[in-house]
């Protein structure tokens, strides 16, 4: 394996072990899946260039284009073409719009951080672009050493971050992947310093000996030792801790600093729902006899593809253990009518910084600082998580009925509620308008709205929903008449914006199932979303536009009392008057066996896409194969062709092919001249002529050697016939005394340019002035 081909490997390598310090940032690990992939792509792309022998500055465009073609294919397929795999412009407009969300929720989130798109956009991003500067600077470069310092930079994101610190793992995987990187070259270095000589051979000839390679052992077990003390020391001396370190910045810079930034998980309408495990996430036993949701947080702003929350910044004085203010909204009148709903809460393995709550908590008995933020009432900590605590929360059960809704207002106290983002498409104002033309007030419009997605509109709940773009989404899925909780819940928060009713969206959990009376579980599939509506006098009011197939029957408050025996189902049985109120396209997504063909379609685009991909892909590593190959048999055939017939030259190409062939087989001979080389081979391969094969390989290199020398010095070169029959036999004497591994490597992953600068005469002039064939 040659040194550019072993670095590129070790430098990925490197790579992935250091970028696993970012794991205490993040609440789970799906971001680790296409971060390897990125680095993985990188790697190979500098491994290919060296196996093509190809020159090295071609690794610079290689790893980056690879590193395009990937993230491309795992962030953003919708815009990339062939199937989703080559980038395009909208590809990449897109890729960066991701990224730059990313950037925006980097700048807010605290550890450990919920994982979304747009933060597995920028960590992929910045792992493909930490993975391509190093592997260049330690690959083409050849300074693995200084390839370190890309490595270092993630290692102290992750150690200024991360409240814990990287953690004992973290830091040995990180130290064990530059140690591997670093030694690559190690030999090389040595070797610059002069030949190691050893042992006095005959006639008091110094001869080369095994000591580099045993500095180079004593080299990487120093490391190794040096990394373990590293690692020892600071849990054994004295005030070395992270805690010590921690109270020196706030006696530095004083506590505080204005408040901790609240993070909430933003909600990203274009990304599929992926089916959760059936983990039970929550355990809780309430007085409720049909209790609601539980919700995690609200989002209220929209930038035309995520929902995410208004920036806050709790003070400690807004702690829950003071109880917390009246919901937003709602009069001292609703809130005495209202009953007074405990709730006791034992959370498994669902780590969020925010609380689970029935909504509108007035009290939460919990461990820890937890902070509320009055607009909204979301609970977050900036210390911990939630996973394995238990709390208790007594909450208001606020259930309005049709008359009281039907003549609030709905103006609010906040222009961000009925914000729309710029460019809205005309198709969900249109759609909104149309659909609650017949309404006056506020409450008719948002029932309106509900109804027609969950019964007149011919929508389906599918977890095989399209992903668009950002600005498209929407009416992407307004078109498609599919989609999932989160797409509905978003979509009718938006076309209530649209008609004045400040709206927005809840993320949290279904009640779960009831095991026992007044014990509940929630699992991990639960998870759910919906709108919240704003109605002076009341507060916010859940709606639930998903179809009753998720979501079972709406709250008591939304369902319409003209028509309460209305089929709650997908694809709705509409009375005669109803068609009218539907477009073409509405209607005939209603035809039976529409969707079906639509989906078996769907399905066949989808197939034949991968089968496409799956083709390039193999056509790829196809010609991965074959460049190496490809590129010895074109560097033999030119050499020939140079070599114009002349004997002189044949012999040269002769020689030359045998010493590339046999640094494949890593078994190229040192020796100043054509006969210190050829003893050297026999003796190192034992090639002794009691085997009939040997004494046949025997004699082909008496004969190329012979060759050799006459090309060089003597006045008649010898004649060339049969040269490559020698070369043929000698390699196969050779190849037979290796394993079969060996001699695959050989074939298929030649070394691209073998160091034959040393070998004895494979550059210059022959004593009879005939010019040699260069290698």
């Given at each position: 394996m040659s040194r550019d081909l072993r670095a590129a490997l070790l430098a990925g390598a490197a790579?992935?072990?250091?970028?696993?310090?970012?794991?205490?940032?993040?609440?789970?690990?799906?971001?680790?899946?296409?971060?390897?992939?990125?680095?993985?792509?990188?790697?190979?792309?500098?491994?290919?260039?060296?196996?093509?022998?190809?020159?090295?500055?071609?690794?610079?465009?290689?790893?980056?284009?690879?590193?395009?073609?990937?993230?491309?294919?795992?962030?953003?397929?919708?815009?990339?073409?062939?199937?989703?795999?080559?980038?395009?412009?909208?590809?990449?407009?897109a890729l960066g719009l991701l990224v730059a969300r990313g950037v925006e929720t980097s700048q807010v989130v605290v550890a450990p951080a919920p994982v979304d798109g747009p933060v597995v956009a920028l960590l992929t991003v910045a792992a493909a672009l930490v993975a391509v500067a190093t592997v260049l600077v330690a690959g083409?470069?050849?300074?693995?050493?200084?390839?370190?310092?890309?490595?270092?930079?993630?290692?102290?994101?992750?150690?200024?971050?991360?409240?814990?610190g990287i953690g004992l793992l973290g830091y040995l995987s990180a130290a064990a992947g530059y140690l591997a990187m670093a030694l690559t070259d190690a030999d090389r270095r040595l070797a610059a310093w002069g030949q190691v000589l050893g042992r006095r051979g005959a006639g008091g000839t110094a001869v080369p000996s095994g000591v580099t390679e045993h500095l180079v052992r004593v080299a990487a077990v120093t490391a190794a030792v040096a990394v373990g003390v590293g690692a020892l020391v600071p849990a054994l001396v004295p005030g070395a801790s992270a805690d010590r370190l921690q109270q020196v910045v706030d006696e530095r810079f004083g506590e505080g600093g204005g408040g901790a930034t609240a993070v909430n998980p933003f909600l990203d309408i274009r990304e599929d729902l992926e089916e959760q495990d059936d983990t039970v996430v929550i355990r809780y036993a309430t007085t409720d006899d049909d209790p609601d949701p539980l919700r995690i947080v609200t989002a209220d702003t929209f930038d035309g593809a995520v929902w995410g929350p208004s920036p806050v910044a709790p003070s400690a004085d807004q702690a829950v253990s003071g109880g917390l203010p009246s919901p937003p909204g709602a009069t001292a009148e609703v809130l005495g009518a209202a009953d007074r709903v405990s709730t006791s809460l034992s959370v498994g393995g669902l780590a969020q910084t925010f609380l689970p709550?029935?909504?509108?908590?007035?009290?939460?008995?919990?461990?820890?600082?937890?902070?509320?933020?009055?607009?909204?009432?979301?609970?977050?900590?900036?210390?911990?998580?939630?996973?394995?605590?238990?709390?208790?929360?007594?909450?208001?059960?606020?259930?309005?009925?049709?008359?009281?809704?039907?003549?609030?207002?709905?103006?609010?106290?906040?222009?961000?509620?009925?914000?729309?983002?710029?460019?809205?498409?005309?198709?969900?104002?249109?759609?909104?308008?149309?659909?609650?033309?017949?309404?006056?007030?506020?409450?008719?419009?948002?029932?309106?709205?509900?109804?027609?997605?969950?019964?007149?509109?011919?929508?389906?709940?599918?977890?095989?929903?399209?992903?668009?773009?950002?600005?498209?989404?929407?009416?992407?899925?307004?078109?498609?008449?599919?989609?999932?909780?989160?797409?509905?819940?978003?979509?009718?928060?938006?076309?209530?914006?649209?008609?004045?009713?400040?709206?927005r969206v809840a993320v949290g959990f279904l009640p779960g199932e009831e095991v026992e009376p007044g014990q509940w579980e929630i699992r991990a599939d639960d998870a759910h979303a919906w709108p919240e509506l704003y109605f002076d006098g009341v507060g916010w009011v859940r709606f639930e536009p998903t179809p009753a197939g998720r979501t079972g029957a709406p709250p008591s408050w939304a369902v319409p009392e003209s028509d309460p025996a209305v089929p709650d189902a997908a694809t709705p049985?509409?009375?005669?008057?109803?068609?009218?109120?539907?477009?073409?396209?509405?209607?005939?997504?209603?035809?039976?066996?529409?969707?079906?063909?639509?989906?078996?379609?769907?399905?066949?685009?989808?197939?034949?896409?991968?089968?496409?991909?799956?083709?390039?892909?193999?056509?790829?590593v196809g010609l991965l194969l074959a460049v190496p190959r490809g590129w010895r048999a074109l560097r033999a055939w030119r050499r020939r062709r140079e070599a114009d017939g002349d004997a002189a030259r044949l012999a040269v190409v002769a020689w030359t092919e045998l010493l590339e062939r046999l640094a494949d087989?890593?078994?190229?001979?040192?020796?100043?001249?054509?006969?210190?080389?050829?003893?050297?081979?026999?003796?190192?391969?034992?090639?002794?002529?009691?085997?009939?094969?040997?004494?046949?390989?025997?004699?082909?290199?008496?004969?190329?050697?012979?060759?050799?020398?006459?090309?060089?010095?003597?006045?008649?070169?010898?004649?060339?016939?049969?040269?490559?029959?020698?070369?043929?036999?000698?390699?196969?004497?050779?190849?037979?005394?290796?394993?079969?591994?060996?001699?695959?490597?050989a074939t298929w992953f030649p070394t691209p340019s073998p160091d034959l600068a040393a070998t004895a005469g494979t550059a210059g002039s022959t004593g009879s002035g005939r010019p040699t064939v260069g290698v």
């Open positions: 790579t992935v072990m250091t970028l696993l310090v970012l794991a205490p940032l993040l609440a789970d690990r799906t971001w680790l899946q296409p971060v390897v992939l990125v680095v993985a792509a990188v790697s190979l792309a500098a491994a290919g260039v060296a196996l093509a022998g190809l020159p090295r500055w071609t690794a610079v465009p290689a790893t980056l284009l690879a590193a395009l073609v990937i993230t491309t294919a795992l962030l953003v397929p919708s815009q990339a073409a062939l199937g989703g795999f080559l980038p395009t412009r909208r590809s990449v407009e083409p470069l050849r300074r693995p050493g200084a390839a370190g310092l890309p490595l270092l930079l993630v290692v102290c994101v992750a150690t200024a971050l991360s409240p814990g709550l029935p909504y509108p908590p007035a009290q939460v008995d919990v461990e820890g600082t937890w902070l509320y933020d009055p607009r909204t009432l979301n609970v977050l900590s900036t210390t911990g998580t939630t996973e394995g605590l238990a709390y208790s929360v007594t909450s208001y059960d606020i259930s309005p009925d049709a008359a009281q809704l039907a003549t609030a207002t709905t103006a609010g106290t906040d222009p961000t509620w009925t914000t729309l983002p710029e460019g809205v498409s005309e198709v969900v104002v249109g759609e909104a308008e149309r659909v609650t033309a017949d309404e006056t007030s506020p409450y008719g419009q948002a029932l309106a709205l509900q109804q027609w997605f969950r019964n007149f509109g011919g929508f389906t709940y599918s977890l095989d929903a399209p992903t668009t773009t950002d600005r498209d989404a929407v009416e992407a899925f307004l078109e498609d008449r599919r989609g999932y909780c989160v797409q509905f819940a978003s979509t009718m928060a938006l076309m209530s914006r649209s008609l004045g009713i400040p709206a049985s509409a009375p005669a008057a109803l068609p009218e109120q539907l477009g073409p396209d509405e209607s005939a997504a209603q035809q039976p066996g529409a969707e079906a063909g639509r989906d078996l379609w769907d399905r066949v685009r989808g197939l034949a896409a991968d089968a496409a991909v799956l083709l390039l892909v193999l056509l790829a087989l890593d078994a190229l001979p040192s020796g100043a001249t054509a006969r210190e080389q050829a003893a050297r081979l026999r003796s190192t391969q034992r090639i002794d002529g009691d085997d009939p094969a040997d004494g046949e390989a025997l004699a082909s290199l008496s004969r190329l050697v012979e060759a050799w020398e006459r090309a060089l010095y003597a006045p008649e070169p010898a004649p060339a016939d049969g040269l490559d029959d020698d070369v043929a036999a000698v390699l196969a004497a050779v190849r037979n005394r290796l394993p079969r591994r060996a001699r695959w490597s």
